[in-house]
């Protein structure tokens, strides 16, 4: 799902980042508060101070 988001977003000129999945997960282990909400803060500030690793997406092929 997330190439066909990230080229949908994309492609309606929305600024996309896919940020590694395991770097975030590491880093949000180590916050003492455990919710969705919290988790959602941190990934926002690691975003807006630039610690995160970006990923490629590959190209999206609709099929059907």
Do not use: N
Not at 30 to 46: F, G, S
């Amino acid at each position: 799902m997330t190439p066909w988001l990230y080229h949908e977003l994309k492609d309606l000129g929305f600024p996309v980042i896919c940020m590694d999945a395991r770097r975030a997960a590491d880093a949000l282990k180590a916050r003492p508060e455990k919710t969705d909400k919290a988790d959602a803060q941190a990934l926002a500030e690691m975003l807006a101070s630039g610690w995160y690793s970006a990923v490629h997406v590959r190209p999206w092929k609709a099929t059907g």
